[in-house]
Antibody, heavy 118, light 107 residues
Framework: QVQLEQSGPEVKKPGASVKVSCKASGYSVSSYSITWVRQAPGQGLEWVGCLGAYNGDTHFAQNVQGRVTMVTDSSTNTAYLDLSSLTSDDTAIYYCARGGAARRLDFWGQGTLVTVSS | DILLTQSPGTLSLSPGERATLSCRASQRVSNYVAWYQQKPGQAPRLLIY???NRATGIPARFSGSGSGTDFTLTISSLEPEDFAVYYC?????????FGQGTKLEIK
């Protein structure tokens, strides 16, 4: 069955970078788009960006543009989100989800809490 | 960016009642709207995709309708496990924005 297993919580200082992983099982991560969504404490869902399958096209939210990288590693069947120049506004639970582009988000990871604090 | 406005913000109903949740888009998005349910401490769960298609394993009491700019999620008869927060999302245009959510609470 399809599962997405995310890496553990992170605590970072302002200005630092964070890398969150999302290991897929039950399907090939290179065959589907991957979308990242975040949720600040007590807030709603915020779309962060999408990495397309096959062509590797990316689309990002304006507030992370220039600070974000999304890649997949076929050898480990894992997707990665890299976010730099962190501020307190980036404190959130980050979710990976299968799909995006032309497809619904049908499977989700359990979430990774990223806390940015001095 | 396309703005999705969900209403009401909070909906208070009793088990067995019918729930109607609305999602309005600031621009036409064809039928590219999905609905997700989120319970405290859990990841969102896909309920409805492309406006009216139930996801795998979703009970028949959940239904979706709409196209263009106005979309509705209906729960025909509320079960205790349905009380949660519901989000709509559009994939008609980048970025694929979410609505702000509707909290469905027990009356």
């Amino acid at each position: 069955q399809v599962q997405l297993e995310q890496s553990g919580p992170e605590v970072k200082k302002p200005g630092a970078s964070v890398k969150v992983s999302c290991k897929a099982s039950g399907y090939s991560v290179s065959s589907y788009s991957i979308t990242w969504v975040r949720q600040a404490p007590g807030q709603g869902l915020e779309w962060v960006g999408c990495l397309g399958a096959y062509n590797g096209d990316t689309h990002f939210a304006q507030n992370v543009q220039g600070r974000v990288t999304m890649v997949t590693d076929s050898s480990t069947n894992t997707a990665y989100l890299d976010l730099s120049s962190l501020t307190s506004d980036d404190t959130a639970i980050y979710y990976c989800a299968r799909g995006g582009a032309a497809r619904r988000l049908d499977f989700w990871g359990q979430g990774t809490l990223v806390t940015v604090s001095s | 960016d396309i703005l999705l406005t969900q209403s009401p913000g909070t909906l208070s109903l009793s088990p067995g009642e019918r729930a109607t949740l609305s999602c309005r888009a600031s621009q036409r998005v064809s039928n590219y709207v999905a609905w997700y349910q989120q319970k405290p401490g859990q990841a969102p769960r896909l309920l409805i995709y492309d406006a009216s298609n139930r996801a795998t394993g979703i009970p028949a009491r959940f239904s979706g309708s709409g196209s263009g700019t106005d979309f509705t999620l209906t729960i025909s008869s509320l079960e205790p496990e349905d009380f949660a927060v519901y989000y709509c999302q559009q994939r008609g245009n980048w970025p694929h924005t979410f609505g702000q959510g509707t909290k469905l609470e027990i009356k």
